[in-house]
């Protein structure tokens, strides 16, 4: 059997998908090289693909390792500068579309598909990867469906989104792409990554795994950042502060507060270089004539990147807030297998005494209406309720039972 090619090393758990695009890539390589279609060049590799999976499983990663295979003369070695700048995201050749606010326009994607009908500069792929297909308008999602109904001869379209659901993708888009299907990694997978690329300890890396609930990224932010462990530790006392009414909101404007700190704190140092890098490209401090009437006169270009820093910023609100529940809904979790003595391990071990009192006390009913007060607000949220007032009424549902 055929060993994937290096550039798949990075996806964690996922030999089956790793073996469908190992055969694409193969497959496009005889392409360039002019191999006809009765020598079997086509078998395996289409011109746009699905990758779908839960948060965490690898989506980009794995669409970002196929690129830069198809980009590869040897098929994804992992080490030329052609499977370097892919990864990095500065190929001349591979288009990202990685929405920094709540969804990608129609503007944006028309000039990216634009981009991507032209002919390789290399003489091998253009690649259109978009990171959160799911984030599309419907406008610019009709824009991409007809570049992809009618595709240009080297161009090849990676989208990625959580499921094949019409909420994520339009089932048009869903029909002209191979679906490649993620998985979440076990949590031994994800171990064996933590302690083999990161050096992270035994323990450690068996208990970020199974807190990281199959989310690689998340997994090795808790095993290495002391600030990540801290915030996961606030959000999981939180059961413990749900007191009263007057808790309750204590409880939902203290983990909105850390969640809006943790976004800042993200976004801080690309915001500033970003409008340090738009002033000196606009002549702010030029002390030539007309220098700072010109700086001036592009105020509308400052303002637009506010403003799409602003909603960069609401973006990793919610995705911070999102991180939280999670963690909170993996607590409820290990109560109710304990109530029920399922032969599972916690996902939080270090509350697993916790969760065992709760049991004790919550009948196995309270416990699964506590789990899905906690689903209910992420569902809110995602249809734009406000998270503030979604989060309180969740932190009532949850002191009540």
Known sequence: MTSPPPVFDALVGQEEPVATLSRAARAAAAIVRGETADDGAEQGMTHAWLFTG???????????????????????????????????????????????????????????????????????????LVEDADRLTEAAGNALLKAIEEPPPRTVFLLCTPST????????????????????????????????????????????????????????????????????????????????VGACFDAANALIEAAEAEAAASVEELDGRERSELETALGSGGTGRGAAGAFRGAQGQLKDLERRQKSRLTRAQRDALDRALVDLAGFYRDVIARSFGAPVEPVHADTADLAAAAAEKWAPESGLRRLEAILECRTAIEANVKPRIAVEAMMLALWRG
Do not use: K, N
Not at 105 to 125: F, I, N
Not at 221 to 239: C, F, G, K, M
């Open 54 to 128: 839960p948060p965490g499983s690898g989506r980009s990663v794995a669409a970002r390792a196929f690129a830069a295979a198809l980009q590869c003369p040897d098929g994804g070695c992992g080490v030329c500068a052609a499977c370097h700048t892919a990864l990095g995201g500065t190929h001349a050749d591979v288009r990202f579309v990685v929405p920094e606010g709540l969804s990608i326009a129609v503007g944006e994607m028309r000039a990216l598909v634009l981009r991507a009908a032209s002919s390789p500069t290399q003489g091998r792929w253009q690649v259109l």
């Open 165 to 244: 659901h019409p909420d994520d993708i339009s089932v048009t888009i869903r029909s002209r792409c191979r679906v490649v299907p993620l998985r979440q990694p076990r949590p031994d997978a994800i171990a064996t990554v933590l302690r083999a690329r990161d050096g992270v300890d035994d323990g450690t890396a068996a208990w970020a795994a199974a807190a990281a609930q199959g989310h690689v990224g998340r997994a090795r932010r808790l095993a290495r950042d002391p600030q990540a462990r801290s915030r996961r530790d606030a959000v999981l006392a939180v059961p413990r502060r749900l007191t009263g």
